[in-house]
């Protein structure tokens, strides 16, 4: 399974940013994707999954409200779109899947066996 993830970039706060994950190989809609975030000097956070084939989702309490994640599984994407963005969720993101489609969604990265190289999202004050 190969993750590509794009979309990321500059933006002022308040402002917004669709993230996209497009994976290929043998990625299944059984599968669980999962937004990860990492700042310099910090673990990587949980922000948000999804589980294609049912679409049940799950998102992190600091972004619920702002972020969307959803699925296009006709196009094997996942999105993130991030609205009223805050210095503080400055970080690369990285596009991750689980291929044991874990209900609830794992916030845990060890499940995660697949990852995206990463996209830079910076949001100045």
């Known amino acids: 399974v190969q993750l590509v993830e794009s979309g990321g970039g500059l933006v002022q706060a308040e402002g917004s940013l669709r993230l996209s994950c497009v994976a290929s190989?043998?990625?299944?809609?059984?599968?669980?994707m999962g937004w990860f975030r990492q700042d310099p000097g910090k673990e990587r956070e949980f922000v948000a999954g999804?589980?294609?084939?049912?679409?049940?989702?799950r998102s992190a309490d600091s972004v619920k409200g702002r972020f969307t994640i959803s699925g296009d599984n006709a196009k094997s994407t996942v999105y993130l779109q991030m609205n009223s963005l805050k210095p503080e969720d400055t970080a690369v993101y990285y596009c991750?899947?689980?291929?044991?489609?874990?209900?609830?969604?794992?916030?845990?990265?060890?499940?995660?066996?697949?990852w995206g190289q990463g996209t830079q999202v910076t949001v100045s004050s």
């Open positions: 190989g043998r990625a299944s809609s059984g599968f669980a």
């Open positions: 999804i589980i294609w084939s049912g679409g049940i989702t």
């Open positions: 991750a899947a689980d291929s044991g489609g874990r209900i609830p969604i794992s916030t845990n990265i060890l499940h995660y066996e697949y």
